[in-house]
C-alpha cells in the first residue's frame, strides 16, 4: 500500500472515532438534561459543572473536523504515532491519535537530524476536507539530509480570508516558544512573515492543554491591533480545540466600548504618555470638594442641622487610606451622617449619644433632599466614562486636573466635542479612571450630573452581580476587573505605555506572551523597547528573536526595507528564504485603478493598501467598479481587500498593491506604515502611483 492510501486509511478510521465521539457527548448532554432533580442546591451545581465539560468537550471535537489529522512519527523501536488537533482513543481505550500538545508529540515538532529524539522518520499528512492528497517524509537518520522547512511550503498555498494552518509546519525554534514556561513573560521579537502570531496563538492552545486546571477557570485573553485581524484569525484557536479565549483589540480594553478609530498622531502622544495616569488621579481627586468650614442644611420642615469643619475632616479621615474613590465615599457619607443626627439631637433636647435616637434621625436625614444634594456635593459620584468625558471636553476641568503635568498646548491637544466617539487611546483612559473610581451602583433613575439628586446615599455591594454564564469567555468579557491566567498580545509594539498600564491590571500572574517587531511601531507612543514597555512585569522576561521570513519573497524584502530606510526608519534583521518576482512599479490615473488590479488577478486573494485619508474614497470607487472589492467590514472576506496599512497589521495577501506608497510612508513614524503595507505579500508586491 503506498503511503497516500495508507493515510487515508487512518485518517477515515479517526474521521470515524470522531463521529463517535460526537454522538456520544451528545447523547450524555441529552441525557443529563432529561435526569430528574433531586431538588438539592449540590445536585444542580454538579450536574452543570458536568454539562458545562460536556460541551466543552464536544465544542472542542466539532472544532477539530479541520485536518483532524496531519502528522506521523516513526519511532526506532518501530512505535508508530500519528499527531492531531485533538486526542482520540479506540473502544478499548487505545490511544489512536495524539493530541499535538501533549509533551510527547513534541518531538513531531523538535526532533532534528543531529538531535532525533529517538524517531527515523517524520510524515506530515496533507489533506483537503478528508482526503488526503499527498504525503512528505522527512529521513531523521541521515544528518546529511538537509530538510526544505515545511513551513516555507505553506506559505506558496493560497490565502483563504482567514490565518493559514500551518499547525502542522511549526519549526523546531518556534517549538521551543510554544512550549516555554507558564510563569513567565514571553517575548517574541521578530519582523514579518517570522511566524510570531502563529506562535503566540499555537502557545496559548498548549498552554490551555498543559494548564489545564489553572486556565480553565482563569481563560487567555488574546489582544489583536484591528477588528480586522481578529476576524483573520478567529477560526485559529478553535480548530486548535480551544474556544474559551477572549479575543480584543485595545481599542476594546474596556467593557463595552469597541472604539476603533485613531487619534492624530500628536494627540495619540499625549493620551498614550503615563502622565496621563497622574491627570486622571487628579481629577478624581478633585470630586471631593469638602468644605474647610461649617455647614448648616436647611430641612424641609423650616428646621436647620450643620456639621463642622472638624467633624467633616474626620469623617474624611475615617476612609480607608487604599480605598478607591467610590469605596471610600460610603464610609465618609455615613460619619457625616452621624455627626449630622447627633446634631439635629442636640438641637431637640435629645440625648445624642442614644443609639435610638441617631438611628431615627438618620433615617429622616437621608430622605431629606438637601441633606442628600449637599453630600453629594461633597464628594461627586461619576462614571468612568463622565469623567473622561469631562476631562477632554471642559477645559477648566482638564486644565485643574493637568496643572505642572501638560503644557497649555498639550491640554488643547486633548479637548474635543463632549459627543465626539470614542477613539482606540480612550479605552487606556477609561480603564485608568475606572481603576481610580472603583465600583459604584447608581440607582436606575438618576440622572449624570454633578448635582443629581440620588435617591441613595449608600453604594450597594457589588459582588455576585453577574448571572452565570456558559463560559469564562463570556463572564470575563463584561469584568472589567478579571484577572486572566494568562493574556497573548500581537503586534504589541503598538500599544501605548497607557494600554500596557491597562493590561498589567489583567495579567497580574505576569504570565504573557508578547510578540511584535519594534520596527514596525507605527504609534507615536508605541513601545521602543520591551524592557522598558513591560517594567511592570520585573525579572521574569524571556526575549527570543525570530529572523528567518517564511512569508515575504526576498525581492518584497529588498523593496520594504529600502522604502523604510527612505523614511527615516531602521532596517530590521531579516532573512527571506524565498526567491520570488520583482516588485512591479505602475503609474495610473485614478479611474484605470480598478482595471490594472483586476488585469492582475491571479489564484489567491489580494490586498488593496492605501492612504489613510483616502480609505473611504478609492474603496466607494473600487467597490462601485466590480464586486470582487470588499471595504470596511468586508474587506477581510472579500477576494480584494481595500485596508489601510495599520488595518493589515498581522494580515498576509498572495498579491499587494500599495496605492500611493508616498503618502504611506509620510503618515507614520519612521515609514512603520510602507514597511507594514508592502510586507503583506506572500507572492507578488505591486506599488502604485496616482498620476494628479
Not at 46 to 63: G, M
Not at 64 to 80: K, P, Y
Not at 640 to 662: N, S, Y
Request: overall charge negative; glycine content about 6%; aromatic content about 4%.
Amino acid at each position: 500500500m503506498d503511503a497516500v492510501a495508507e493515510e487515508q486509511a487512518f485518517v477515515d478510521c479517526a474521521y470515524t472515532l470522531l463521529g463517535d465521539l460526537h454522538s456520544h457527548l451528545t447523547s450524555r448532554m441529552a441525557s443529563l438534561a432529561q435526569s430528574p432533580d433531586t431538588g438539592t442546591g449540590q445536585d444542580l451545581l454538579e450536574k452543570q459543572a458536568l454539562f458545562d465539560n460536556l460541551s466543552q468537550q464536544l465544542r472542542s471535537a466539532t472544532a477539530a473536523e479541520s485536518r483532524l489529522c496531519f502528522g506521523r512519527v516513526d519511532h526506532a523501536d518501530g512505535l508508530v504515532q500519528h499527531i492531531g488537533r485533538i486526542g482520540l482513543r479506540d473502544a478499548d481505550g487505545e490511544p489512536v491519535l495524539l493530541d499535538w500538545r501533549a509533551p510527547s508529540a513534541a518531538g513531531f515538532y523538535q526532533a532534528t537530524t543531529v538531535d532525533p529524539m529517538g524517531l527515523r522518520r517524520r510524515r506530515r499528512i496533507i489533506t483537503r476536507d478528508r482526503t488526503v492528497t499527498h504525503t512528505e517524509d522527512e529521513d531523521l537518520t541521515d544528518p546529511t539530509v538537509i530538510a526544505v522547512d515545511a513551513a516555507a511550503r505553506a506559505v506558496d498555498a493560497p490565502r483563504d480570508g482567514r490565518m493559514s494552518d500551518i499547525i502542522a509546519t511549526i519549526a523546531a525554534d518556534q517549538d521551543r516558544i510554544v512550549r516555554s514556561p507558564l510563569n513567565q513573560v514571553t517575548v517574541v521579537q521578530g519582523g514579518p512573515g517570522t511566524g510570531k502570531t502563529v506562535v503566540a496563538l499555537h502557545r496559548a492552545a498548549w498552554l490551555l492543554y498543559t494548564h489545564r486546571d489553572r486556565l480553565a477557570k482563569d481563560g487567555v485573553l488574546v489582544v489583536g491591533p484591528s477588528t480586522a485581524f481578529l476576524r483573520y484569525i478567529d477560526q485559529v484557536l478553535p480548530s486548535l480545540g480551544e474556544t474559551d479565549v477572549v479575543l480584543l483589540t485595545p481599542g476594546q480594553l474596556f467593557p463595552g466600548v469597541s472604539a476603533t478609530v485613531p487619534d492624530a498622531p500628536a494627540v495619540a502622544m499625549v493620551k498614550g504618555d503615563l502622565v496621563m495616569a497622574r491627570v486622571i488621579a487628579n481629577a478624581v481627586r478633585q470630586r471631593m470638594r469638602i468644605p474647610d468650614h461649617d455647614v448648616t442644611i436647611r430641612l424641609t420642615d423650616g428646621s436647620e442641622v450643620g456639621i463642622t469643619a472638624a467633624q467633616l475632616a474626620e469623617a474624611r479621615r475615617s476612609v480607608p487610606r487604599n480605598a478607591t474613590f467610590h469605596a471610600g465615599r460610603e464610609p465618609f457619607l455615613r460619619r457625616a451622617l452621624d455627626h449630622l443626627s447627633r446634631d439635629r439631637a442636640k438641637r431637640r433636647g435629645e440625648d445624642p449619644g442614644d443609639p435610638d435616637i441617631r438611628v431615627t434621625h438618620l433615617a429622616d436625614l437621608v430622605e431629606e433632599p438637601g441633606v442628600r444634594r449637599t453630600l453629594n456635593l461633597m464628594w461627586l459620584p461619576i462614571t468612568p466614562e463622565r469623567l473622561v468625558r469631562l476631562l477632554l471636553s471642559d477645559a477648566d476641568v482638564l486644565a485643574r486636573a493637568a496643572e505642572g503635568l501638560l503644557t497649555p498646548a498639550q491640554q488643547r491637544l486633548l479637548l474635543r466635542p463632549a459627543d465626539a466617539a470614542w477613539t482606540v487611546d480612550d479605552a487606556p483612559l477609561l480603564d485608568e479612571a475606572a481603576d481610580r473610581l472603583g465600583e459604584f451602583i447608581r440607582p436606575a433613575a438618576a440622572a449624570e450630573r454633578d448635582d443629581a439628586d440620588y435617591s441613595e446615599l449608600r453604594v450597594e455591594d457589588p459582588h455576585g452581580r453577574y448571572r452565570p454564564s456558559t463560559t469564562v469567555a463570556e463572564r470575563a468579557m463584561i469584568d472589567r476587573d478579571w484577572i486572566y491566567g494568562h493574556v497573548v498580545v500581537d503586534e504589541a509594539q503598538e500599544l501605548s505605555r497607557m494600554a500596557w498600564r491597562s493590561l498589567s491590571r489583567r495579567c497580574s500572574r505576569r504570565s504573557m506572551t508578547v510578540v511584535g517587531d519594534l520596527q514596525q511601531t507605527a504609534h507615536p507612543a508605541g513601545a521602543r523597547d520591551w524592557q522598558e514597555a513591560l517594567d511592570w512585569a520585573g525579572e521574569r522576561i524571556d526575549v527570543h528573536v525570530l529572523t528567518v521570513t517564511y512569508r515575504i519573497t526576498r525581492q518584497t524584502a529588498d523593496t520594504a526595507t529600502e522604502l523604510l530606510t527612505a523614511a527615516g526608519g531602521e532596517a530590521p534583521v531579516l532573512h527571506p528564504i524565498r526567491e520570488g518576482a520583482p516588485t512591479e512599479h505602475l503609474t495610473l490615473a485614478e479611474p484605470d485603478l480598478a482595471g490594472a488590479i483586476l488585469e492582475r488577478l491571479d489564484e489567491g486573494r489580494v490586498g488593496v493598501i492605501v492612504p489613510d485619508d483616502r480609505v473611504n474614497e478609492l474603496g466607494a470607487l473600487l467597490t462601485a467598479a466590480d464586486a470582487r472589492f470588499g471595504a470596511g467590514d468586508d474587506a477581510i472576506d472579500s477576494p480584494i481587500a481595500i485596508l489601510t496599512a495599520r488595518d493589515t497589521k498581522g494580515l498576509e495577501f498572495d498579491h499587494v498593491f500599495v496605492v500611493d506608497p508616498g503618502a504611506i510612508s509620510a503618515q507614520a513614524v519612521r515609514g512603520a506604515d510602507i514597511y507594514v503595507a508592502c510586507t503583506r505579500a506572500t507572492q507578488t508586491l505591486h506599488l502604485v502611483e496616482i498620476l494628479a
